[in-house]
């Protein structure tokens, strides 16, 4: 699949920047400007410009291979924000010599396996995550892109609701860039999003020993919110 994308130019490494779920490559346009590399921005598929298409991962793997290909992309260093940090932990996997990839604040779903939340009773954890559930099923019925179909397939996917496996296979240098504040939720699941990033806290370390771990005064809207302390850590991250 051809995905829309743009060049932001540069010298330095080239940089292939992912979005998140539901955004499109306008995420990236204060964070590009100010990394040392050639860095270019791609909508995934059912996103922004591009094309529809199922959801399977190794598809979407293969739509970010051929926008490498087609920029001429040797090699790339590959950032990605929420969703698209997931992607840059597949991409890594998929390619060992992979010089650096980030995830920015991707790695599980919030509403994942309830074993994954750090200090709440699993019958609290049950119930806040049925009340999230059905938030995320009404937001699908209004967001008309990506369309139900992606938004259904990665929401029942065991590597969107936990990505840290696959992390865990990563032998390139992984940089992951955790917030450390909640994005706007109701009163009463503020204490399960505490639970999530506890859970992530703890399990870090024994699942994912080889990957760098960095938090950041942020919610997950980080890469909005500070966009030159992002840059700047993609940035030190690559010239390790």
Known sequence: ???????????????????GAGGDMSAWQTVAPQLKGRAVTVDLRGHGQSPDGPWEWDAVLEDLEATAVHFGLTNPVVVGHSLGGILAGMWARRHPDCPA???????????TDPANYAGLPREQVEADLAKL???????EEVITRPNREITSAWRKSPEFADALPIFAEVTSPFLLVLAT???PVPPDLIPLMDA???GLRRDLPVVCPNVRVHEIDATHGMVFEQPAEVAALVNAFIAR
């Open 1 to 19: 699949m051809n995905l829309a994308a743009h060049d932001h130019g540069g010298d330095g490494p080239p940089i292939l920047l992912l979005h």
């Open 181 to 183: 504040r909640n994005l």
């Open 133 to 139: 559930n059905a938030v995320f099923t009404a937001q």
């Open 101 to 111: 990839a980030i995830s920015l604040d991707g790695h599980r779903s919030a509403a």
């Open 196 to 198: 999530h990033r506890a």
